[in-house]
């Protein structure tokens, strides 16, 4: 036997990330954690920070499919090779993987054709979503992972916060992935409230994305806050003004 497998779980969860899977013994009694993260914006340069501390963490290998291109009117970004990193003091790994992903600019369609020979060679004990319950790549990355690597373990990471009735097919997706889940990270409680509504009743954590702190404790102050002066934090919003965004949660801190 390659490895020796507990029943017990092991929960390992940094910035974004939360995974819920068995622990592997290897032979020489090192502790191995195998991790796929589904994140099509994984290829962004200003992504890469995250995978550095998630391997800041001892025993993770880390594999990341993503698109080979991401971008709007705004950017555009191309990884044409894979990115590897290593934690020399913690010896964990990870691999970001790019590739051709159809409807990549549409969350609820896009999905990862590369999956199943990846999850095959790799047979990971986790398997991370970052998409929603009813999307056509949440669907496939369940129906994909039960056939090539079912002992993996499925964690979803929806971002909706509010209630929504689809249509079909997405009514149809939607319970399907919801039934099949392991665990889940919802990005925030509100989020949490909607998958729990949805039917979701395993282990979950409500974790946000992460922030690099550099970008709060800048060493020059911005032309608002030398007009405003000292003072409490300057906090500025680009968005539509309504219960769902969350500003009234601001409010109240206040």
């Given amino acids: ?131 929603e319950a009813a999307s056509v790549g949440a669907a496939h990355a369940v129906r994909t992972a039960k056939r090539v690597s079912p002992r993996t373990k499925l964690v979803l990471h929806p971002i909706q916060n509010i209630v929504h009735t689809y249509r079909w097919p997405a009514s149809l997706l939607e319970p399907y992935v919801i039934k099949r889940l392991d665990a889940a990270t919802a990005y925030s409680p509100g989020a949490l409230a909607v998958l729990r509504k949805s039917g979701f009743e395993g282990p979950a954590i409500i974790r946000p994305f992460g922030l690099d702190p550099k970008f709060l404790n800048p060493k020059t102050p911005s032309p608002v806050r030398r007009r405003l002066g000292a003072g409490a934090p300057f906090i500025g919003w680009v968005g539509r003004m309504f219960l769902g965004k969350g500003l009234h949660v601001l409010l109240k801190a206040s």
């Fill in 1 to 131: 036997l390659d490895h020796a497998f507990i029943t017990h779980p092991k929960i390992f969860h940094h910035g974004f990330f939360f995974a819920m899977a068995n622990i592997i013994y290897s032979l020489d009694g090192r502790i191995a954690m195998r991790v796929t993260l589904l994140w099509h914006a994984a290829a962004d340069p200003l992504n890469r920070p995250l995978f550095d501390a998630l391997v800041a963490n001892p025993d993770l290998d880390l594999e990341v499919l993503t698109a080979d291109r991401i971008g709007d009117r705004l950017m555009d970004h191309r990884m044409r090779k894979p990115a590897t990193g290593r934690n020399r003091g913690t010896g964990s790994t990870y691999r970001i993987i790019p590739g051709a992903i159809p409807f990549r600019e549409h969350l609820g369609r896009l999905w990862y054709p590369a999956l199943a020979r990846r999850l095959r060679s790799f047979q990971p004990d986790v398997l991370h979503i970052l998409l």
